[in-house]
T-cell receptor, first 116, second 115 residues
Framework: AQSVSQHNHHVILSEAASLELGCNYS??????LFWYVQYPGQHLQLLLKYFSGDPLVKGIKGFEAEFIKSKFSFNLRKPSVQWSDTAEYFCAVRDINTGTASKLTFGTGTRLQVTL | DADVTQTPRNRITKTGKRIMLECSQT?????MYWYRQDPGLGLRLIYYSFDVKDINKGEISDGYSVSRQAQAKFSLSLESAIPNQTALYFC??????????????FGPGTRLTVL
């Protein structure tokens, strides 16, 4: 079964610092990849997604992620974080070669704290 | 996402009580999901439904049941709540018409505390 690893559990950055959050999945083959963000007290919102094509995906609020198939990775990046980026970030993977399944497998999340 | 609503938003109950969490969506999606979120564990799938007549167990379905009353409604029940079911519960929807590219959209969550 697919598993998703987010090695950084808690990241603390100063405003304007650059961000990279790691995401690795375990199972090869054709996958869809997602990053969701959960702001304090709010529900999950889609940040960006990769289905096919250009492996560098741009999302909302200046975030981007790069799919590296050979490394089973989909790391999230932002050149300059803001205090308002303080949130929990979840990577999720969907295997599209498993019949009709549309299930997502989530990582355990990375809590980002941005200090002023 | 305002198109996916969950009721109640918060619930405190006692061990052994029956609890129902409800999810409604106006997105017109046919697929619906229930997840629970626990600190340090991320989101785990409880049940999912690809249409009204299709219900499937997820990875942690024990102690839970679901009902898909209509395309737009998907309820999660805890027949006899226990304290380790204390968690944040999310409903999500997606559109099978976009099989290869479908994206799940989440409701605001229900915080359940079992004493």
């Amino acid at each position: 079964a697919q598993s998703v690893s987010q090695h950084n559990h808690h990241v603390i950055l100063s405003e304007a610092a650059s961000l990279e959050l790691g995401c690795n999945y375990s199972y090869g083959g054709t996958v869809n990849l997602f990053w969701y963000v959960q702001y304090p007290g709010q529900h999950l919102q889609l940040l960006l997604k990769y289905f096919s094509g250009d492996p560098l995906v741009k999302g909302i609020k200046g975030f981007e992620a790069e799919f590296i198939k050979s490394k089973f990775s989909f790391n999230l990046r932002k050149p300059s974080v803001q205090w308002s980026d303080t949130a929990e970030y979840f990577c999720a993977v969907r295997d599209i070669n498993t019949g009709t399944a549309s299930k997502l497998t989530f990582g355990t999340g990375t809590r980002l704290q941005v200090t002023l | 996402d305002a198109d996916v609503t969950q009721t109640p938003r918060n619930r405190i109950t006692k061990t052994g009580k029956r609890i129902m969490l409800e999810c409604s969506q106006t997105k017109g999606h046919d697929r619906m999901y229930w997840y629970r979120q626990d600190p340090g564990l991320g989101l785990r799938l409880i049940y999912y439904s690809f249409d009204v007549k299709d219900i499937n167990k997820g990875e942690i379905s024990d102690g839970y049941s679901v009902s898909r009353q209509a395309q737009a409604k998907f309820s999660l029940s805890l027949e006899s709540a226990i304290p380790n079911q204390t968690a944040l519960y999310f409903c999500a929807t997606s559109d099978s018409g976009r099989y290869i590219t479908d994206t799940q959209y989440f409701g605001p969550g229900t915080r359940l505390t079992v004493l």
